[in-house]
């Protein structure tokens, strides 16, 4: 039998440091369901309680864009200053965003 198929799956982990925060990926993981990777991704991403919350998600569940697409996907907005946030400043109790 094939080594891959007798693998867990593949996790992405993901945490948020303080509640208000977006969550940040953090690593990997192999678990044999998302409750186990949940609970092993707590152990291994937040033994000295860095996080509020943790994410996991099957990597193969995740559909990302291609890099070779980056210039048609995300050069165009360049000319449209409209889309940048630079015109008014934000207020103190969001400067994390």
Same mark, same amino acid.
């Given at each position: 039998?094939?080594?891959?198929?007798?693998?867990?799956?593949?996790?992405?982990?993901? #945490?948020?440091?303080?509640? @208000?925060?977006?969550?940040?990926?953090? @690593?990997?993981?192999?678990?044999?369901?998302?409750?186990?990777?949940?609970?092993?991704?707590?152990?291994?991403?937040?033994?000295?309680?860095? @996080?509020?919350?943790?994410?996991?998600?099957?990597?193969?569940?995740?559909?990302?864009?291609?890099?070779? /697409?980056?210039?048609?996907?995300? /050069?165009?907005?360049?000319?449209? #200053?409209?889309?940048?946030?630079?015109?008014?400043?934000?207020?103190?109790?969001?400067?994390?965003?």
């Amino acid at each position: 039998m094939n080594p891959v198929q007798n693998e867990w799956p593949l996790f992405e982990v993901f #945490v948020r440091a303080k509640a @208000g925060l977006d969550h940040k990926h953090c @690593g990997s993981l192999h678990a044999p369901d998302a409750k186990m990777a949940l609970q092993l991704a707590r152990e291994v991403y937040t033994r000295r309680q860095e @996080g509020t919350s943790v994410w996991v998600v099957r990597s193969s569940d995740i559909t990302a864009s291609d890099p070779g /697409d980056k210039d048609m996907l995300f /050069d165009p907005a360049e000319d449209k #200053v409209y889309r940048h946030p630079t015109f008014y400043e934000l207020p103190d109790a969001v400067n994390h965003m």
